[in-house]
C-alpha cells in the first residue's frame, strides 16, 4: 500500500462514522415525530368521541396486523405516544435538544418527571453529555437538576467571571454516593476506600468532565509529607481538584488543611498553563450560614457540600407509577418482535 492509504483509510472512516451518525440522528427524530403525530392524533380522538382504553388495544392489534413486520405498536406503547402528545406541542419535539433524544429517553422522561421544566433540563443534560438512557435515570432519580450547582462556594470572588460559572455548575450539594456499603463507623478512609473502588460510579456522580489522578496523593513540602485524600483534573475548567473527605459536620478548620493542599498542587503538580486549583470539601452535614462565613476568610476557591449514602426523599409515588415501567415496555416490544 502506498504511504498515503493510512491517510486516506482514516479520513473515509470519519465520513462513514459521521454519515452513520446524522443518519441515525434524522431517523430517529423522524420516529419521534412518528410517534408524537400518533398520540396527538388518539388523543384528539380521545377527546371529541370519549373512548376508551378498548380503542387502544384494538388499534395495536390492526396496525401489527397491516405491519407485521414493525415493532413499537403495543398498546403500552400507544398510550406512551398519547402521553408524548399530552406532555409536548409539537414545535418543541422538532426542535432542540429533544428531537435529539431517543424513544426509550423520551419515555424515561415521561415516567420519571411531571413538568416540561425538569423534562428540558434533562433531555438538554442527556444530549450535551451523551448521556445513556441508563445514566438519564440515575440522575433523574438522584434528582440532579435539585443538586447541580448547589454547593457553597466563594467562587464569584476568587475565579474570573468566565471560570467562576462553569466552576459553580460542577460542583452539586448533596453529593449521593448510594452504591456504598459503609459500616456505623463511617470514617473517612472507609470512604475513600470504596469511593475509589467504585470510580466509576464515583465519576458518574461528579459529574462531566472530572479525570481521576489519584488517592492519597503525596506532597512533600519542604522535607515534610502531606497527603490529599483525592486529587483529579477537571477538562474543561483545564484545573485540578482537591477533594477532601470528612466523616462529620463541617468545621472551618477544615479549611486551612484544604487551602494548603490546593496551594502545593499548583506548585508541585500543576503545568504553567493549568488554572488555579479547586477545592471541595465534602462533610457529612454543614450549617451552610457558618460555611458562607467561613468561606468569606478565603482567597482559595473553595466549595463546601454534604454526601449522602442514599437519598432521603423519593418521587412522589403517585407520579412514579402513573405510568408503566421501562423494563415493563421493553418486555412488551421484545414479545412483539417475537411475533
Same mark, same amino acid.
Given at each position: 500500500?502506498?504511504?498515503?492509504?493510512?491517510? #486516506? !483509510?482514516?479520513?473515509?472512516?470519519?465520513?462513514?462514522?459521521?454519515?452513520? %451518525?446524522?443518519?441515525?440522528?434524522?431517523? =430517529?427524530?423522524? #420516529?419521534? %415525530?412518528?410517534?408524537?403525530?400518533?398520540?396527538?392524533?388518539?388523543?384528539?380522538?380521545?377527546?371529541? /368521541?370519549?373512548?376508551?382504553?378498548?380503542?387502544?388495544?384494538?388499534?395495536?392489534?390492526?396496525?401489527?396486523?397491516?405491519?407485521?413486520?414493525? +415493532?413499537?405498536?403495543?398498546?403500552?406503547?400507544?398510550?406512551?405516544?398519547?402521553?408524548?402528545?399530552?406532555? $409536548?406541542?409539537?414545535?418543541?419535539?422538532?426542535?432542540?435538544?429533544?428531537?435529539? #433524544?431517543?424513544?426509550?429517553?423520551?419515555?424515561? !422522561? @415521561? /415516567?420519571?418527571?411531571?413538568?416540561?421544566? *425538569?423534562?428540558? $433540563?434533562?433531555?438538554?443534560?442527556?444530549? /450535551?453529555?451523551?448521556?445513556?438512557?441508563?445514566?438519564?435515570?440515575?440522575?433523574?432519580?438522584?434528582?440532579?437538576?435539585?443538586?447541580?450547582?448547589?454547593?457553597?462556594? =466563594?467562587?464569584?470572588?476568587?475565579?474570573?467571571?468566565?471560570? %467562576?460559572?462553569?466552576?459553580?455548575?460542577?460542583?452539586?450539594?448533596?453529593?449521593?454516593?448510594?452504591? @456504598?456499603? !459503609?459500616? &456505623?463507623?463511617?470514617?473517612?478512609?472507609? @470512604?475513600?476506600?470504596?469511593?475509589?473502588?467504585?470510580? /466509576?460510579?464515583? #465519576?458518574?456522580?461528579?459529574?462531566?468532565?472530572?479525570?481521576?489522578?489519584?488517592?492519597?496523593?503525596?506532597?512533600?513540602?519542604?522535607?515534610?509529607?502531606?497527603?490529599?485524600?483525592? !486529587?483529579?483534573?477537571?477538562?474543561?475548567?483545564?484545573?485540578?481538584?482537591?477533594?477532601?473527605?470528612?466523616?462529620?459536620?463541617?468545621?472551618?478548620?477544615?479549611?486551612?488543611?484544604?487551602?494548603?493542599?490546593?496551594?502545593?498542587?499548583?506548585?508541585?503538580?500543576?503545568?504553567?498553563?493549568?488554572?488555579? +486549583?479547586?477545592?471541595?470539601?465534602?462533610?457529612?452535614?454543614?450549617? =451552610?450560614?457558618?460555611? &458562607?462565613?467561613?468561606?468569606?476568610?478565603?482567597?482559595?476557591?473553595?466549595?463546601? *457540600? &454534604?454526601?449522602?449514602?442514599?437519598?432521603?426523599?423519593?418521587?412522589?409515588?403517585?407520579?412514579?407509577? *402513573?405510568?408503566?415501567?421501562?423494563?415493563?415496555?421493553?418486555?412488551?416490544?421484545?414479545?412483539?418482535? %417475537?411475533?
Amino acid at each position: 500500500m502506498p504511504e498515503w492509504y493510512p491517510e #486516506l !483509510l482514516a479520513s473515509v472512516t470519519r465520513r462513514v462514522s459521521t454519515g452513520r %451518525s446524522k443518519a441515525i440522528a434524522a431517523a =430517529n427524530q423522524e #420516529l419521534v %415525530s412518528s410517534y408524537l403525530a400518533i398520540g396527538r392524533e388518539i388523543l384528539e380522538r380521545q377527546d371529541q /368521541e370519549g373512548w376508551g382504553a378498548k380503542i387502544i388495544d384494538r388499534l395495536s392489534a390492526d396496525l401489527r396486523t397491516q405491519f407485521p413486520e414493525a +415493532t413499537g405498536f403495543s398498546p403500552r406503547n400507544l398510550k406512551y405516544m398519547r402521553a408524548l402528545a399530552e406532555a $409536548w406541542p409539537a414545535e418543541a419535539i422538532v426542535q432542540g435538544p429533544l428531537a435529539q #433524544l431517543p424513544w426509550y429517553h423520551q419515555i424515561a !422522561l @415521561l /415516567e420519571k418527571l411531571s413538568d416540561s421544566e *425538569s423534562r428540558l $433540563w434533562y433531555a438538554a443534560a442527556a444530549v /450535551e453529555n451523551g448521556w445513556s438512557r441508563a445514566v438519564l435515570v440515575h440522575h433523574i432519580e438522584t434528582k440532579l437538576h435539585e443538586r447541580s450547582g448547589k454547593a457553597i462556594t =466563594n467562587f464569584s470572588a476568587t475565579l474570573p467571571p468566565s471560570d %467562576s460559572d462553569l466552576a459553580q455548575q460542577s460542583l452539586k450539594d448533596p453529593y449521593v454516593f448510594d452504591f @456504598l456499603s !459503609l459500616t &456505623e463507623k463511617r470514617n473517612e478512609r472507609e @470512604l475513600e476506600t470504596q469511593l475509589v473502588q467504585h470510580i /466509576e460510579k464515583f #465519576l458518574l456522580e461528579l459529574g462531566q468532565g472530572f479525570a481521576f489522578v489519584g488517592e492519597q496523593v503525596r506532597l512533600e513540602i519542604n522535607g515534610d509529607e502531606f497527603f490529599a485524600d483525592l !486529587l483529579f483534573y477537571h477538562l474543561k475548567l483545564r484545573c485540578y481538584l482537591v477533594i477532601e473527605l470528612k466523616a462529620v459536620k463541617f468545621d472551618p478548620s477544615f479549611l486551612g488543611q484544604l487551602g494548603m493542599y490546593m496551594a502545593a498542587v499548583d506548585d508541585l503538580l500543576a503545568h504553567p498553563d493549568d488554572k488555579p +486549583t479547586i477545592g471541595l470539601l465534602l462533610c457529612k452535614s454543614k450549617n =451552610n450560614l457558618v460555611a &458562607e462565613y467561613a468561606l468569606r476568610s478565603t482567597s482559595m476557591p473553595i466549595g463546601v *457540600s &454534604e454526601w449522602k449514602a442514599e437519598i432521603v426523599e423519593s418521587l412522589p409515588e403517585e407520579f412514579a407509577s *402513573s405510568l408503566p415501567s421501562i423494563s415493563e415496555l421493553e418486555a412488551e416490544l421484545s414479545h412483539d418482535i %417475537s411475533q
